[in-house]
């Protein structure tokens, strides 16, 4: 008769078992690496001991008081939706040459436009009698700079891309006086090129 030198398995010594003790092992040896860190994460110094994401601290956007980057290269196309501002010191050829791609266009939404941010120094009608202007005149003796009445006979005449850079930015004018109050404000920080060209489509409206 043969004898085998194997002990029998048991029940203390069953694969489910040695399986059960390994991962027991394993969840220990874990849990005490985590509590080592912690442990010696509390015994450093500093604002962040223990860096948990380090990328979100450090990362290659800016830093403080870093000198000034490089500028875009002339001619670059903005990918953030910006407005391309127009071009400085502008010849009286290049402003008019500039192209009214909304032309006749939202005169209605024009007509709100020109409402709610030109009625009140040129009035409901382009007739010059807002109630700011008035004032200004009346009771401060203002000496406005261009005409205040809107609805000329010459104005009309003009092309769209003069009135539009007039309304975006008087200053573009190659005749514009830079010593004298502005009083009209720079719509190009105030309403987008679209709202600008509909209130070109607007003023146009504005017949004797």
């Known amino acids: 008769m043969k004898f085998s030198s194997k002990k029998p398995l048991t029940t203390l010594d069953s694969p489910a078992r040695m399986k059960k003790r390994g991962l027991r092992g394993i969840g220990c040896l874990i849990v005490a690496t985590v509590s080592l860190v912690i442990f010696t994460s ?14 979100m601290h ?6 403080s008081q870093e000198p000034p980057r ?8 903005p990918i953030t939706g910006r407005e391309v501002p127009l071009p400085t010191n502008m ?44 004032t200004m005149v009346e009771d401060y003796g203002h000496e406005l700079n261009l005409s205040k009445n809107v609805n000329l006979s010459i104005l009309f005449a003009l092309p769209d891309g003069r009135l539009f850079t007039t309304i975006t930015n008087r200053d573009l004018r190659p005749d514009a006086d830079m010593t004298r109050p502005r009083v009209m404000p720079q719509f190009e920080k105030l309403l987008t090129a679209e709202e600008r060209w509909m209130l070109v489509n607007y003023i146009k409206t504005l017949r004797p």
Do not use: R
């Open 91 to 134: 010849s009286w050829e290049e402003i008019d040459s500039l192209h009214n791609p909304y032309s006749g266009e939202n005169v209605g939404m024009g007509a709100q436009l020109f409402a709610i941010n030109c009625a009140v120094c040129h009035g409901t009608a382009g007739k010059g009698d807002g109630k700011v202007l008035k």
């Open 42 to 55: 509390a015994c450093a110094e500093g604002t962040y001991p223990l860096d948990y994401f380090y990328e």
């Open 70 to 77: 490089l500028m875009p290269a002339p001619g670059a196309v």
């Open 58 to 63: 450090y990362q290659p956007s800016f830093e």
